[in-house]
C-alpha cells in the first residue's frame, strides 16, 4: 500500500523560510514522480512541482520557480520542498502526491496517492 506523509508546515513571517517533507512507503521508486500541489479553500488544487525519483529531475510552477526547490533523501525515501522567499499568497494547504509513472503531469487528476496535507501560512 501506497502511503505518503507530510509534515513541516507553520506559521512563518513573508520572506522567511520554511521546509515540508513527504514520507513515502509502499512505492517502487525507480518508476515514481512525486509532486507538490497546495490548495486555498475553495479553489482547485494548484501544481508548485514535482520530482521524478529515477533521475532526480525537478519541475517547477512558474510562480514558485527561483523560491523553490524539490530535493530527496534516497535513504530516507523521503521528498522536500524547500521554500524560501516566502509570500502571503503562498498561504495554503500543500500536499504530497504520487504517480506511478516517469511522466511528470501538473494537474491533480495525474496523481492517484495523496498525503493528508499541511498549512503553511505566510503573514504579512
Known amino acids: 500500500q501506497v502511503q505518503l506523509v507530510e509534515s513541516g508546515g507553520g506559521l512563518v513571517q513573508a520572506g522567511g523560510s520554511l521546509r515540508l517533507s513527504c514520507a513515502a512507503s509502499g512505492l517502487t521508486f525507480s518508476t515514481y514522480v512525486l509532486a507538490w500541489f497546495r490548495q486555498d479553500p475553495g479553489k482547485e488544487r494548484q501544481f508548485v512541482g514535482a520530482l521524478r525519483w529515477s533521475d532526480g529531475r525537478s519541475y517547477y510552477a512558474d510562480s514558485v520557480k527561483g523560491r523553490f526547490t524539490i530535493s530527496r533523501d534516497n535513504a530516507k525515501k523521503t521528498v522536500y520542498l524547500q521554500m524560501n522567499s516566502l509570500k502571503p499568497e503562498d498561504t495554503a494547504v500543500y500536499y504530497c502526491?504520487?504517480?506511478?509513472?516517469?511522466?511528470?503531469?501538473?494537474?491533480?487528476?495525474?496523481?492517484?496517492?495523496w498525503g493528508q496535507g499541511t498549512q503553511v501560512t505566510v503573514s504579512s
Open positions: 502526491a504520487g504517480r506511478p509513472d516517469i511522466l511528470i503531469l501538473t494537474t491533480s487528476r495525474g496523481y492517484p496517492t
